[in-house]
């Protein structure tokens, strides 16, 4: 009995991950908020409790063109007015997530931005992706390190902090040819 309401629960609760009314906030830098969210793991653990799904053993999580590789990934839920669970029952007005975790070490990709570290926070209400732990942000052949990646999925604007080191590599262009005389 406790397991078939378990399983209702999470028949209900998975596909609103992916949920977007109103005005939807990409879940992955660079995803789309329109697109569904698609994760792959070894393992789901749902806790009802605690309104949190845990994701683990090679965590893969796609939206669109984006897509974050980790170790485990929780997200946590938002919980409807009152205590209400607002994952149970209609679907609730918005995203239903509130935040998600993902431990790593972390890849998140974007296009031909990439971006690297130990841990990484998505934090719907700021919508903001937070990197921590040996950062590297890859853009082509352009690398640039640090202690702390806090990317703004509003403006597009990352920012490294943090012992931060560089590495741009200028566009190669054809030398012109020499003509014989």
Same mark, same amino acid.
């Given at each position: 009995?406790?397991?078939?309401?378990?399983?209702?629960?999470?028949?209900?609760?998975?596909?609103?991950?992916?949920?977007?009314?109103?005005?939807?906030?990409?879940?992955?830098?660079?995803?789309?908020?329109?697109?569904?969210?698609?994760?792959?793991?070894?393992?789901?653990?749902?806790?009802?409790?605690?309104?949190?799904?845990?994701?683990?053993?090679?965590?893969?999580?796609?939206?669109?063109?984006?897509?974050?590789?980790?170790?485990?990934?929780?997200?946590?839920?938002?919980?409807?007015?009152?205590?209400?669970?607002?994952?149970? =029952? %209609?679907?609730? +007005?918005?995203?239903? @997530?509130?935040?998600?975790?993902?431990?790593?070490?972390?890849? &998140?990709?974007? /296009?031909?931005?990439?971006?690297?570290?130990?841990?990484?926070?998505?934090?719907?209400?700021?919508?903001?992706?937070?990197?921590?732990?040996?950062?590297?942000?890859?853009? =082509? %052949?352009?690398? +640039?390190?640090?202690? @702390?990646?806090?990317?703004?999925?509003?403006?597009?604007?990352? &920012?490294?902090? /943090?012992?931060?080191?560089?590495?741009?590599?200028?566009?190669?262009?054809?030398?012109?040819?020499?003509?014989?005389?």
């Amino acid at each position: 009995m406790k397991y078939t309401r378990v399983l209702a629960a999470l028949v209900m609760v998975v596909p609103q991950v992916a949920l977007a009314q109103g005005q939807p906030a990409s879940l992955l830098p660079g995803g789309n908020s329109k697109d569904p969210v698609s994760i792959n793991a070894g393992k789901l653990d749902y806790l009802s409790k605690d309104q949190k799904l845990i994701y683990s053993g090679g965590v893969m999580a796609r939206q669109g063109k984006s897509t974050l590789k980790a170790s485990s990934l929780t997200i946590f839920l938002a919980t409807a007015p009152g205590g209400k669970d607002a994952s149970v =029952g %209609p679907a609730p +007005t918005g995203n239903s @997530v509130q935040r998600m975790e993902a431990d790593g070490p972390v890849t &998140v990709t974007s /296009g031909q931005e990439v971006g690297t570290g130990a841990h990484a926070t998505y934090d719907k209400a700021a919508n903001r992706v937070v990197v921590t732990g040996h950062v590297t942000l890859t853009q =082509g %052949p352009n690398v +640039t390190r640090g202690d @702390v990646l806090t990317y703004n999925l509003t403006s597009g604007q990352a &920012v490294v902090t /943090g012992h931060v080191q560089s590495l741009f590599t200028p566009a190669s262009s054809p030398r012109p040819r020499r003509r014989k005389h």
